[in-house]
T-cell receptor
Framework: DTAVSQTPKYLVTQMGNDKSIKCEQN?????MYWYKQDSKKFLKIMFS???????INETVPNRFSPKSPDKAHLNLHINSLELGDSAVYFC???????????????FGPGTRLTVL | AQSVTQPDIHITVSEGASLELRCNYS??????LFWYVQSPGQGLQLLLK??????LVQGIKGFEAEFKRSQSSFNLRKPSVHWSDAAEYFC????????????FGAGTTVTVRA
């Protein structure tokens, strides 16, 4: 009964390849996020979707494209992978978008991407 | 813009000793504040959060945090540390009403020695 799940947990690939990471939440939340955690463990938001609508799109290379087929899923597709894309990518979800006492972000276990 | 500073990069504490992790925030309005814990190889787990009301917040695993507006701080404490508390701890602030981002501090690594 995992709340926020991600697949795969580990992803090792060559430079130039295209890869996808999938995220699913079974909490009934409206909002989902992608974060990147770099080698120094710094967490930075990449994207946010609310009811399948893109809300936050940080300064991320356009090689990264999020796709939300429905409210419960937010996938991350990465084209032409580069060495600098190596990181841990976390998916998260929250009940709604914005400021509410119930709005807490719940994180998935992370996907460790290694680009060789 | 909102931001979070965690002044301590690494803290080592003996098992059974008390622990305090510092967090300072910069925010234009009443902040929403969070502490998350990341165990090795794991995702982030919410320890506690502050939205309003009582400035002393109780969380899971015996942790508590105190919001001090005058000091722009939200320090995390635990009276007696267990070896399983060894992890990375992140303080976060946000989101604002017109900026839905959660901003994280750089994290504090806690090592517990026997």
């Amino acid at each position: 009964d995992t709340a926020v799940s991600q697949t795969p947990k580990y992803l090792v690939t060559q430079m130039g390849n295209d890869k996808s990471i999938k995220c699913e939440q079974n909490l009934g939340h409206d909002t989902m996020y992608w974060y990147k955690q770099d080698s120094k463990k710094f967490l930075k938001i990449m994207f946010s979707y609310n009811n399948k609508e893109l809300i936050i799109n940080e300064t991320v290379p356009n090689r990264f494209s999020p796709k939300s087929p429905d409210k419960a899923h937010l996938n991350l597709h990465i084209n032409s992978l580069e060495l600098g894309d190596s990181a841990v990518y976390f998916c998260a979800s929250s009940p709604t978008l914005g400021r509410s006492s119930t709005d807490t972000q719940y994180f998935g276990p992370g996907t460790r991407l290694t680009v060789l | 813009a909102q931001s979070v500073t965690q002044p301590d990069i690494h803290i080592t504490v003996s098992e059974g000793a008390s622990l305090e992790l510092r967090c300072n925030y910069s925010y234009g309005a009443t902040p929403y504040l969070f502490w998350y814990v990341q165990s090795p190889g794991q995702g982030l787990q919410l320890l506690l959060k502050y939205f309003s009301g009582d400035t002393l917040v109780q969380g899971i695993k015996g942790f508590e945090a105190e919001f001090k507006r005058s000091q722009s701080s939200f320090n995390l404490r635990k009276p007696s540390v267990h070896w399983s508390d060894a992890a990375e701890y992140f303080c976060a602030v946000g989101p604002q009403s017109n900026d839905y981002k959660l901003s994280f501090g750089a994290g504090t690594t806690v090592t517990v020695r026997a």
